[in-house]
């Protein structure tokens, strides 16, 4: 059984399903990769990984274990369903680490807040990677974006600055490229929008095919693409 249905809990589904008679994923969400997907694109995916023997259950999760001989054998989940197992693992998100920060004083938010040379709220106190908080270009949120290449950015920002130079991160916005039994998955930028909020979103989709295209002053500010991932960095370049 595994704790979560973001993109960590799906690979380890996707790996574990090679070698164990059976895997179920336990999302608290409606839909799997809850994150980076809307909710026919969830659904889309839960079907897919259905087809390959995985088990998903969505606005659910685990709320006790079952023990004996000081070893699982199995789960009480929230509805009060109870499932068999021989391991659980959780796999229900990142938090970053500020305790460290905190206990000096730091401003935190979701994340430790920098400016853009990577200078912490503390004179000479440098924060980068997945514990700080970023800006994402597109909406203006302070955000954890978790994403490689933005940490590595922001690590050679503040090596830079502490070093005498004066490079800035601008902030960066959200993009992931997965697959899941052959399934190409790429999403980026602002998938989940609202009109109200002057959004507008084209989809097509067909069997194990989705696209989506989020656009706001006629600007492309995100995308969802299953199956078809052809042009991916273009639209890419175009946010």
């Known amino acids: ?11 380890i589904a996707e790996g574990l399903s090679k070698i164990c008679k059976s895997v179920t994923v336990c999302e608290l969400s409606n839909r799997l990769l809850a994150a980076i997907l809307d909710k026919p694109a969830g659904d889309l ?3 897919h990984i259905k087809k390959h023997g995985i088990n998903y259950y969505t606005k659910n999760t685990v709320i006790e ?18 499932l068999n197992c021989s391991m659980l693992i959780m796999a229900a998100g990142a938090r970053p680490n500020i305790k460290l920060a905190k206990q000096m004083g730091v ?3 979701q994340g ?27 909406d203006n949120s302070a955000k954890i974006m ?48 609202s009109e109200e909020d002057g959004y507008i979103s084209t989809i097509t989709s067909n069997d194990m095919r989705y696209r989506k295209f ?22 890419t370049d175009l946010i």
């Open 1 to 11: 059984v595994i704790i979560g249905g973001g993109l960590i809990g799906l690979k």
């Open 45 to 47: 995916i839960g079907k």
């Open 65 to 82: 274990a079952v023990c004996k001989d000081n070893k699982i054998t199995g789960v009480i989940l929230k509805d009060g369903r109870q």
């Open 107 to 109: 401003d935190i938010g």
């Open 112 to 138: 430790i807040k920098t400016n853009k040379r990577q200078m912490t709220s503390i004179l000479d106190v440098y924060a980068a990677g997945d514990c700080t908080e970023s800006i994402d270009t597109l």
């Open 146 to 193: 978790t994403l490689w290449p933005d940490a590595v950015m922001q690590g050679k920002i503040a090596g830079n600055v502490m070093a005498g130079g004066d490079k800035c991160f601008d902030g960066a916005f959200a993009m992931n490229t997965i697959d899941f039994f052959g399934l190409h998955i790429v999403t980026c930028g602002i998938i989940n929008a």
């Open 214 to 235: 989020v656009i706001k002053d006629n600007k492309l500010k995100g995308y969802i693409l299953i199956g078809d991932i052809s042009r991916a960095g273009i639209y």
